[in-house]
């Protein structure tokens, strides 16, 4: 397989471009300019949580370009380079908050999905919500997210599969709703970008998830239905534990055959508090980063559930949480310049074909009979959707932050301002862009269970859809 990300061009523009053109390569990004496998270093990022998400009221959590540079700004000290962004609304303008991320050196993971009624794949009702209208509208995000070179890729669907019985009904309409994005992608995007799953760590159907969604159906490996990458959310390592009780050697030796990258999508157990994220050494390490290829850090603001970084205030302020000095202070510990040079495997991987021996529990959808496009959905991969989005990347004539940021001993930040890198450049730990000592990340030192219940693995998805509002399809 081999999937190749392009810069768009941006109408003449001479805007600089500081992410580089990533492809998949078997099972791994990599740096289309210099060879080297690239390791996700990522953020949750939904902003203001549930209610973040309000397109009766026009807001979502790349609507507002201040607080995305407020936030960029904070993140490019930790060293991110990847955000997840969940819930958002393709009817509202995103420019300035792409163009700041990407001006910080940061990708973007989109999920295409949200909680509202009519806009996701539901586990209890696949065939049903499996409509033109649900396609409409996540098209629409495709639209809104496809012309931003900084938009690594599309999620087709987080934790829709979380046991055995979800396992026997929604595979099918999960690999239909990626070959359906991935189509739109190549019938109107000037670029290939991946569709993968988000899944959740249940490891009585994740193994099984993961062989149903990277295999390729009669062995074609350009099957369109076939994810192009596959993360999981998470929350095994819990503490100072290590490589072997968390159940990361599990997984490790679970994913060490995969034909399409894998990461995690979320990570970041958050008991006992405060978190200590030792984990980071190992996801980064020689233990993990030949299998995976890295992860993101759920998550960046706080909220009921306790897992933020910081608090971010109504009022535009923020207070950065001790968690935040704790995994920067583990960033720091890691040669990310090492980590993101390693070159990237020359072999090709090939996908297994599908067939029935390679799920192993009973029950769990093994038939990769992939549903029809349903009726009037066609038209719309062919002829794309109307009105449609677009976006673009802007001119930020401005990179100060213009709120006040406090860090966890409650003194303010001075200097606050995100670091716009060079062009191809992307964000690594030890990029700054405050003159405060509280928050400055030096140069990085040179250096390389069972699961959890399915009910507290998925918490975190649950707080993030526990909410209902209006809106409008395109």
Same mark, same amino acid.
């Given at each position: 397989?081999?999937?190749?990300?392009?810069?768009?061009?941006?109408?003449?523009?001479?805007?600089?471009?500081?992410?580089?053109?990533?492809?998949?390569?078997?099972?791994?990004?990599?740096?289309?300019?210099?060879?080297?496998?690239?390791?996700?270093?990522?953020?949750?990022?939904?902003?203001?949580?549930?209610?973040?998400? %309000?397109?009766?009221?026009?807001?979502?959590?790349?609507?507002?370009?201040?607080?995305?540079?407020?936030?960029?700004?904070?993140?490019?000290?930790?060293?991110?380079?990847?955000?997840?962004?969940?819930?958002?609304?393709? @009817?509202?303008?995103?420019?300035?908050? *792409?163009?700041?991320?990407?001006?910080?050196?940061?990708?973007?993971?989109?999920?295409?999905?949200?909680?509202?009624?009519?806009?996701?794949?539901?586990?209890?009702?696949?065939?049903?919500?499996?409509?033109?209208?649900?396609? @409409?509208?996540?098209?629409?995000?495709?639209?809104?997210?496809?012309?931003?070179?900084?938009?690594?890729? $599309?999620?087709?669907?987080?934790?829709? #599969?979380?046991?055995?019985?979800?396992?026997? =009904?929604?595979?099918?309409?999960?690999?239909?709703?990626?070959?359906?994005?991935? @189509?739109? #992608?190549?019938?109107? +995007?000037?670029?290939?970008?991946?569709?993968?799953?988000?899944?959740?760590?249940?490891?009585?159907?994740?193994?099984?998830?993961?062989?149903? $969604?990277?295999?390729?159906?009669?062995?074609?490996?350009?099957?369109?239905?076939?994810?192009?990458? $596959?993360?999981?959310? =998470?929350? =095994?390592?819990?503490?100072?534990?290590?490589?072997?009780?968390?159940?990361?050697?599990?997984?490790?030796?679970?994913?060490?055959?995969?034909?399409?990258?894998?990461?995690?999508?979320?990570?970041?157990?958050?008991?006992?508090?405060?978190?200590?994220?030792?984990?980071?050494?190992?996801?980064?390490?020689?233990?993990?980063?030949?299998?995976?290829?890295?992860?993101?850090?759920?998550?960046?603001?706080?909220?009921?559930?306790?897992?933020?970084?910081?608090?971010?205030?109504?009022?535009?302020?923020?207070?950065?949480?001790?968690?935040?000095?704790?995994?920067?202070?583990?960033?720091?510990?890691?040669?990310?310049?090492?980590?993101?040079?390693?070159?990237? *495997?020359?072999?090709? !991987?090939? +996908?297994?074909?599908?067939?029935?021996?390679?799920?192993?529990?009973?029950?769990?959808?093994?038939?990769?009979?992939?549903?029809?496009?349903?009726?009037?959905?066609?038209?719309?991969?062919?002829?794309? !959707?109307?009105?449609?989005?677009?976006?673009?990347?802007?001119? #930020?004539? %401005?990179?100060?932050?213009?709120?006040?940021?406090? %860090?966890?001993?409650?003194?303010?930040?001075?200097?606050?301002?995100?670091?716009?890198?060079? %062009?191809?450049?992307?964000?690594?730990?030890?990029?700054?862009?405050? =003159?405060?000592?509280?928050?400055? @990340?030096?140069? *990085?030192?040179?250096?390389?269970?069972?699961?959890?219940?399915?009910?507290?693995?998925?918490?975190?998805?649950?707080? *993030?859809?526990?909410?209902?509002?209006?809106?409008?399809?395109?």
């Amino acid at each position: 397989m081999f999937m190749k990300s392009a810069l768009v061009a941006l109408g003449g523009a001479t805007l600089a471009a500081a992410v580089t053109p990533l492809e998949v390569q078997g099972s791994q990004f990599v740096d289309s300019k210099t060879g080297n496998a690239f390791q996700v270093v990522g953020m949750a990022y939904q902003i203001g949580g549930s209610a973040g998400y %309000d397109p009766s009221h026009g807001k979502d959590p790349l609507s507002n370009g201040d607080i995305c540079k407020r936030d960029a700004a904070l993140m490019q000290q930790l060293g991110i380079n990847t955000v997840r962004v969940y819930n958002l609304d393709p @009817n509202l303008n995103h420019d300035d908050c *792409a163009s700041v991320f990407n001006a910080a050196g940061m990708y973007m993971i989109i999920d295409v999905n949200s909680p509202l009624e009519g806009e996701s794949l539901r586990s209890d009702q696949p065939k049903q919500s499996y409509n033109s209208g649900y396609l @409409n509208r996540t098209f629409a995000i495709v639209e809104a997210f496809k012309s931003y070179p900084n938009t690594l890729g $599309f999620f087709s669907g987080n934790e829709v #599969i979380n046991d055995v019985k979800t396992g026997s =009904s929604v595979p099918p309409y999960v690999r239909a709703v990626t070959r359906d994005l991935k @189509n739109y #992608i190549k019938n109107h +995007a000037d670029r290939a970008i991946p569709v993968g799953y988000s899944a959740a760590d249940v490891r009585d159907v994740l193994e099984d998830t993961w062989n149903y $969604f990277q295999c390729a159906i009669d062995g074609d490996a350009d099957d369109m239905s076939r994810a192009d990458m $596959f993360a999981l959310n =998470s929350y =095994s390592w819990c503490g100072d534990s290590s490589f072997q009780k968390s159940g990361y050697d599990t997984l490790v030796d679970m994913f060490k055959t995969t034909s399409v990258p894998v990461f995690y999508s979320e990570f970041g157990c958050n008991t006992p508090s405060p978190r200590v994220f030792t984990e980071i050494g190992t996801i980064y390490g020689s233990q993990m980063a030949g299998v995976f290829s890295g992860g993101v850090v759920y998550e960046w603001a706080q909220e009921d559930n306790n897992y933020g970084l910081a608090t971010c205030n109504d009022d535009g302020t923020v207070e950065l949480l001790s968690d935040y000095k704790t995994l920067q202070d583990q960033y720091k510990k890691v040669d990310f310049t090492k980590v993101q040079s390693v070159k990237a *495997a020359n072999s090709k !991987v090939t +996908a297994p074909t599908c067939k029935s021996s390679l799920i192993k529990e009973k029950g769990f959808a093994n038939d990769f009979d992939i549903p029809a496009v349903p009726s009037g959905a066609q038209s719309l991969i062919d002829d794309g !959707v109307s009105p449609a989005p677009s976006g673009k990347i802007v001119d #930020i004539s %401005d990179y100060t932050v213009n709120h006040q940021v406090k %860090d966890a001993s409650g003194n303010v930040i001075q200097g606050l301002a995100v670091k716009p890198l060079a %062009d191809d450049e992307t964000n690594a730990s030890g990029t700054s862009s405050s =003159s405060s000592d509280s928050t400055h @990340n030096a140069a *990085a030192t040179l250096a390389p269970q069972g699961a959890l219940s399915a009910a507290a693995i998925i918490v975190p998805a649950i707080v *993030a859809l526990s909410f209902t509002a209006g809106f409008s399809l395109i």
